[in-house]
């Protein structure tokens, strides 16, 4: 059995506009949505990655921070 995953990357979202969605997506063999966030404009959510969590999946028009840099959705 493999150890835990303990990378602990964080991401900083920032809604520009209402009803921005955040949705976890689970690590494994088969990836699913395992967590969802709903943001307003000016809202801030922190998240992680961790042993549950392998991809964020962002739907409307955010910044988003990252150690690599920031990054404007389109939408």
Known sequence: MEGPINNGD???IKAKENGVHVIGLTRGHDTRFHHTEKLDKGEVLIAQFTDHTSAIKI???AEVMTKHGVIESDQ
Do not use: D, W
């Open 59 to 61: 739907r409307g028009k």
């Open 10 to 12: 964080y991401i900083v």
